[in-house]
Every structure is written in structure tokens, then in C-alpha cells.
């Protein structure tokens, strides 16, 4: 520690503060240019994808905030004070974002990244304002922190990246995986190209043209709304709990979840293979296969198939944007829409031959589970880089151990 330096924020580059362009100019938001706002970063991901873009034009009118890559930004107001991100591209953000642009002769970015990654509690006692804590940029670019010799910082920077360089290569195993899925289903359920479809002779039927041997059953007729209700009482505390906040947006790949303990209303079980269904406002679009037994929101739908071979089906067919259009159609409520089952439940989907049905199921229902033992392993990647970042950013642990306790985990 003894060649570490203190010195402010502000002094490591130039702190920016976003903003938001006109909302009656609406063709400022018709573009290319990533924006991102506080509910775009988590508490997780190095890199984010935002909701919306900006045009070229905005981006050139607020070159004076426009945000380089591998610049940091971190949200500075309300309940999520100290969420980080890196961009990966030339970008924007909104007013409640102030980003770090390093300057690179004397800081290394990705160090800077991980060293706000530890300061949440630091910031959030930095903020001002009783109902809405907001950090501005003045106090944030004042705030002090240490920092190492930049080579040091770039050893530093090197170890806890390659923890994250794992996570990507396992996230997008899991992004293909899901498309793989998605493609099939396209393929031999909704363009009927499926192995052998040359020889299959097509038929038309009163919902259109089929091939032989195909029929259209109700959604219903393959699986259930399984109301299971559970009192917190009756939940061990070590059960996983899956809330609404924790499915991922149009994945279907469930990546986090939570201890039952601190349960305290009435929840749904669920068993490994069943399939969540987020009701509450169903564009969100919240739909995953449970790699698990365990509780979950009883604003999920609890959707499970009646045998074993139909899971890869239901799955394909209830995670589809075409059904997730159809519960947003015929959802009841206009503040807080919920999905119908009973309306869901009449959807028609095509039914193969057996042997087609089990071929679909093994490669679909395999993949899921794939990117369960996928997303297993990036939580245990998690927690020995969160384990490591604090003491190594410190100074606590040598860059030497912490490469040696790299390589151990990979």
C-alpha cells in the first residue's frame, strides 16, 4: 500500500453527467446510440445492453457529454446509488448517471470499473436529499479515493477481468442455447420444416394447412396452472425463492434467486421443469424453466406439463413472442395488466408424431438444462471474484495470491 496514491474522483479523467433529450423530439430516440439509464445497469454485469437509443444527432448536439468506450457510469440517485457499468461503445446517458472518462496515460478503466464497484455505501453517504438521495456531480468528483501505480492497477484490472471474461463466455453459450431452441421451434413447429418434412404430405384442416399425421391440440390438453399455495411458516429457510424481480426479460434461463427466510406472504411451490410464467404486466415478457424445486411469486403462473415430453414444447410455445402477445392482448387490469390462464390455456399449438414430439423435447429440454449447469457456474465465478474484489482492490490481498487463486478457479 505504501506506493498507493489518494486522490479524488475528478482527478482520475473527467466525470460527466448525462441527459436526457426532449421527449416531444421523439426522432432523437430513433437511432443507434446506446442511452442508458439506472434501470439498464444491475448489480452485476460489467457491460449492459440499454431499452433505448438516441440519434446520431443528439449524440454530435451533446458531444460535450457523449461517453467514449470503456468510459464508467454510475448511477447517483435514489435506492440504487452505486450501480456501475463500463460501455462498450461511444454512448449517452441520462441526468442521473455521472460517468468516469479515465484518462488512460495515468489510469487503467477496467481498475477504475471495479474500484466504484466497492463504494455504493461511501456514495450513498455522500448524497443528499431525505426522499430522493442524489449525488451530484460536484460531490462525486470530489470524493477521495487510492489507487496503485498503473501497472499494478492493470494487473489488478487483468485478474478480476478474466473472472468476468468467464461469466461472458458462459452467458453466451447461454444466449445460443436459447436460440437454438427458438430457431427449432420456428423451424418444425411454425414453418413445419422438421426432419422428414419433404416426404410429409400436407393437408389443409379448418386452422389451415398441416402436415400429415400433425393435430392441433389446446395448450390445456398438455399442461396446468398448478396452484400449489404455501404459507411462509410452512417453507424451510433454505428454499430457493423465485420472485418476480428475479426472472429475466425475455431469457428463459433462470440466473438468480433468492433464500425463502425472510418470506413473509403466501407463495407458490414449484418442481424442477416446470415452467414460470410472470403474469404481472406480461409484456416484461418473464418466462424461464425452473432448473429446480422451490417457492415462488404467486404473481408467476406455476405452469406444468402433464408428461415428461411435452416440457420442451410448452416451454417453446409459452416463451414465444407470438404468446407473450396473446397474454398482453387478453391480460385484465390497465395500471397493472395480469395474464387470463384461462384464456392462455385455449392457445392452439401443433402436436407432432411421437417420435418427432420426444426428438423436439430431448434437444430442447437438454439445451435448458445446459444453461442451468452454465448459470451454476457463474455464480460460483461470482462469488470468488466478489470474495477477492474488496481485499484485492485494497490492497489487502497481493496481486501475485490473486492471480495464483485465479487459476485455481479457472
Known sequence: MSAWTRISIGELGSVVTGRTPPSAQKHFFDGSIPFLTPTDLDWESRFVVPDRFVSTDWNEQQKRISLPPNAICVVCIGATIGKVCMVATVSQSNQQINSIVVDPKCFDAHFVYYRMRVMREQLKSRAAGAATPILNKSAFSAISID??????????????????????????????????????????????????????????????????????????????????????????????????????????????????????????????????????????????????????????????????????????????????????????????????????????????????????????????KLAATLIASNIRLAASRDLLLPRLISGEVSVSAAEHELETAA
Open 147 to 368: 489507487v496503485p501505480p498503473l501497472p499494478i492497477q492493470r494487473r489488478i484490472a487483468s485478474v478480476l477481468g478474466a473472472y468476468d471474461d468467464l461469466i461472458e463466455v458462459n452467458r453466451r453459450q447461454i444466449a445460443l442455447l436459447e436460440e437454438m431452441a427458438r430457431g427449432l421451434f420456428e423451424e418444425w413447429f411454425v414453418r413445419f420444416r422438421f426432419p422428414g418434412h419433404e416426404d410429409c404430405e400436407v393437408v389443409q384442416t379448418p386452422e389451415g394447412p398441416m402436415p400429415e399425421g400433425w393435430r392441433r391440440v389446446a395448450l390445456g390438453a398438455l399442461c396446468s396452472d398448478t396452484r400449489d399455495a404455501v404459507s411462509p411458516a410452512d417453507i424451510e429457510s433454505d428454499t430457493p425463492y423465485v420472485g418476480l424481480e428475479h426472472i429475466p426479460r425475455r431469457s428463459t434461463t433462470l440466473n438468480e434467486w433468492e433464500r425463502a427466510d425472510e418470506v413473509t406472504s403466501t407463495k407458490l411451490r414449484f418442481r424442477g421443469g416446470d415452467i414460470l410464467f410472470g403474469k404481472i404486466r406480461p409484456y416484461f415478457h418473464k418466462v424461464v424453466f425452473a432448473p429446480f424445486e422451490g417457492v415462488c411469486s404467486s404473481d408467476a403462473i406455476v405452469i406444468r406439463s402433464y408428461a415428461p415430453e411435452f416440457t420442451g414444447i410448452v416451454l417453446a410455445v409459452t416463451s414465444s413472442d407470438n404468446f407473450v402477445a396473446h397474454a398482453i392482448a387478453t391480460s385484465n387490469g390497465t395500471k397493472m395488466p395480469r395474464a387470463n390462464w384461462n384464456v392462455l390455456a385455449r392457445s392452439s399449438v401443433p402436436l407432432p408424431p411421437d417420435d418427432l414430439m420426444r426428438r423436439f423435447n430431448d434437444a430442447v429440454v437438454t439445451w435448458a
